[in-house]
Structure formats: structure tokens, C-alpha cells
């Protein structure tokens, strides 16, 4: 198995634009999960999922969107990206609400 | 929201020496979870507690669940140069699954040969 796999690693964006970062993970893992890595933060909330269909918001929601239409895929959209969702995002999952997270290895976001 | 302080920030230590490190809770929870990070990498679980109490080791690595469900600590024995990196703890209201843990600000181990 691959465990959690994210995409792109490396991302630079200029203030406006728009991107998804990808995760995919094949443990057929129900819960699925965003979080933002910043220095002296350690790891935030944004969005998570309980199972194909269903969302629900995390700590710091605002400026992101995410959807989950398979089991495996669960995108995280920047809409208009702005300097402070410069970060390091780390996408988990877990294979029931009961258990621990297995991370990807980040995607590293700089918006210039 | 919930909060963890986690301490020390930082360690320096010496290879072979023993390490402590700690978190405590403003509120209780029912899932203690220690996480190891290396550089350019997510976050590895090295060991999970689920019980008030509990003391669980994972090789050189012994960890405990707090009697009051709002503390953990982690203890390292005999470091070696790979245990050098950030160590976060977690704690959840369930197992620690996607629906929310919250993480503690991380300790920074580096190992002086």
C-alpha cells in the first residue's frame, strides 16, 4: 500500500489565484482529514471528512473548500489564495472514527 | 477551543541520554496519541493510549495516559542520533480519528553525538 499519497509537494502561488491540493490514500479508510502546519502552531484542523458524501469543518475553515465523492480522493480548494495560507498542509486518514491518523507526507504551499 | 500545552519546546541532549517530555490539557480527554515528525515528512504515530493510566511502551519508547485524563508524557530511553526530530502529542474526544485531534505545539529533539 501507498498509505496516503499528496500532491503536489512543492506549490507556489501569487495572491487571487485558485488550486487544489490532492490526496488519495488506498487503505480504504473511511475518515479522511486537512490539517495546516505552521511554525510555533503545530497542526490545525480544516476540513474533514466522515465518509464518501460527507464534510464537516475543522478549526480554521475559512478560504478552503473540499468535497468527497470517492473514498479515496478527498481535494482540499484554494479558491483565491491569499499570503496567510502560506503553509504546510498535511492531508490524514483513519480507518474509523476510533482510529488513529496515518499523515501524508505534505504539500508545502507559499503564496506570494 | 481545547488546548495543549506541550513542554519542553526544545530539548539538547547528549546520545544516550534518557528524554522526558510532556503535555497537559485544559479539558479531558479520552485519547492520548504521540506523534514523531521528521523533516520533509507527516507526522509517524509511535504510540496510542486509551485508557486513564494506561502506560504503553513501543521499544525505547514508554508513553502514559494521565490519572485525570488531561496530561500525557513520553519517555525516551538511551536516545540514539534517528530519534532527532518533533515530537507532537495529540489528544481526542474519540480514537483520535479525522473528526478532530487537537496537537500540541511540538518538542524539538536534537542529539549531540
Known amino acids: 500500500n501507498a498509505g496516503v499519497t499528496q500532491t503536489p509537494k512543492f506549490q507556489v502561488l501569487k495572491t487571487g489565484q485558485s488550486m487544489t491540493l490532492q490526496c488519495a490514500q488506498d487503505?480504504?479508510?473511511?475518515?479522511m482529514s486537512w490539517y495546516r502546519q505552521d511554525p510555533g502552531m503545530g497542526l490545525r484542523l480544516i476540513h474533514y471528512?466522515?465518509?464518501?458524501?460527507?464534510?464537516d469543518q475543522g478549526e480554521v475553515p475559512n478560504g478552503y473548500n473540499v468535497s468527497r465523492s470517492t473514498t479515496e480522493d478527498f481535494p482540499l480548494r484554494l479558491l483565491s489564495a491569499a499570503p496567510s495560507q502560506t503553509s504546510v498542509y498535511f492531508c490524514?486518514?483513519?480507518?474509523?472514527?476510533?482510529?488513529?491518523?496515518?499523515f501524508g507526507n505534505g504539500t508545502r504551499l507559499t503564496v506570494t | 477551543g481545547q488546548q495543549l500545552n506541550q513542554s519542553p519546546q526544545s530539548m539538547f541532549i547528549q546520545e544516550g541520554e534518557d528524554v522526558s517530555m510532556n503535555c497537559t490539557s485544559s479539558?479531558?480527554?479520552?485519547?492520548w496519541l504521540w506523534y514523531k515528525q521528521d523533516p520533509g515528512e507527516g507526522p509517524v504515530l509511535l504510540i496510542a493510549?486509551?485508557?486513564?493510566?494506561e502506560l504503553t511502551s513501543n521499544g525505547r519508547l514508554t508513553a502514559q495516559f494521565g490519572i485525570t485524563r488531561k496530561d500525557s508524557f513520553l519517555n525516551i530511553s538511551a536516545s540514539i542520533p534517528s530519534d532527532v526530530g518533533i515530537y507532537f502529542c495529540?489528544?481526542?474526544?474519540?480514537?483520535?480519528?479525522?473528526?478532530?485531534?487537537?496537537f500540541g505545539k511540538g518538542t524539538h529533539l536534537i542529539i549531540q553525538p
Open positions: 479539558s479531558i480527554f479520552n485519547t
Open positions: 493510549l486509551y485508557k486513564a493510566g
Open positions: 487503505m480504504n479508510h473511511e475518515y
Open positions: 490524514a486518514s483513519s480507518r474509523e472514527s476510533n482510529s488513529p491518523l496515518h
Open positions: 471528512s466522515v465518509g464518501a458524501g460527507i464534510t
Open positions: 495529540a489528544g481526542s474526544d474519540s480514537g483520535g480519528g479525522a473528526d478532530g485531534l487537537t
